[in-house]
């Protein structure tokens, strides 16, 4: 039964430029989350993806956008980088959306470092 | 609205002593509470949960946690540490005002283990 699948595992970027992360689900989960993990720092929601629709959105600027494909796998794209966008980016799924007592199931995540 | 603190932001123990981590939460409602470990460059693993069960929550890897009302407290426990248990550890918090999965996590405690 596959995890969470991230890819890249590690990518590195110029400020300015546009970068995008994957992400497939656990088997039989459709919702999807993004989460961006500064060094030292706890896991902050980007946004969730579920019906191929944005769902749920933290605090983050316009510059973060997604999308989820009809097989549930996911992007994070992240245009204009700046130094702050280095960061490890989480994607987490669930079997649907408000289960708010459903634990996420994590990838291994994709380490970005801008320069 | 939520709030989790995780009262030490780093704690040492000697291989073979207990562990124990806390945790403090505040919600409005019933809450669910989790913990996650993340080894370095990994994603998170959930260790265990409570969702209006048992207060008292067994985990994989020997950990437990009590859930304790009154002190609105959600504190970890291993009775005997191991090498393998160094990581970093989210406490993390969630109820019905949290709308789908945008949990709230705490800002992370990181446990060394001496040999």
């Known amino acids: 039964d596959a995890g969470v699948t991230q890819s890249p595992t590690h990518l590195i970027k110029t400020r300015g430029q546009q970068v995008t992360l994957r992400c497939s689900p656990k088997s039989g989960h459709d ?19 579920y019906e191929e629709e944005e769902r749920q959105r933290g605090n983050f ?9 009809p097989n549930y796998s996911s992007e994070l794209n992240v245009n204009a980088l700046l130094l702050g966008d280095s960061a490890l980016y989480l994607c ?24 | 609205a939520q709030s989790v603190t995780q009262l030490d932001s780093h704690v040492s123990v000697s291989e073979g002593t207990p562990v124990l981590l806390r945790c403090n939460y505040s919600s409005s409602y019933s809450p669910s509470l989790f913990w996650y470990v993340q080894h370095p460059n990994k994603g998170l693993q959930l260790l265990l949960k409570y969702t209006s069960a048992a207060t008292l929550v067994k985990g994989i890897n020997g950990f437990e946690a009590e859930f ?4 609105t407290s959600f504190h ?40």
């Open chain 1, 61 to 69: 600027p316009d510059r973060f956008s997604g999308h989820q494909f």
């Open chain 2, 76 to 115: 970890l426990t291993k009775p005997s540490a191991h090498m393998s248990d160094a990581a970093e550890y989210f406490c993390v918090v969630s109820d019905l005002s949290t709308s789908y999965d945008k949990v709230i996590f705490g800002p992370g405690t990181s446990l060394s283990v001496i040999p």
């Open chain 1, 92 to 115: 987490a799924s669930t079997p649907k959306p408000g289960s708010y007592n459903s634990p996420l199931h994590f990838g291994n995540g994709t380490r970005l470092t801008v320069t």
């Open chain 2, 68 to 71: 304790k009302k009154s002190e």
């Open chain 1, 31 to 49: 919702t999807v989350s993004w989460y961006q993990q500064a060094l030292g720092q706890g896991p902050q929601f980007i946004f969730q993806y």
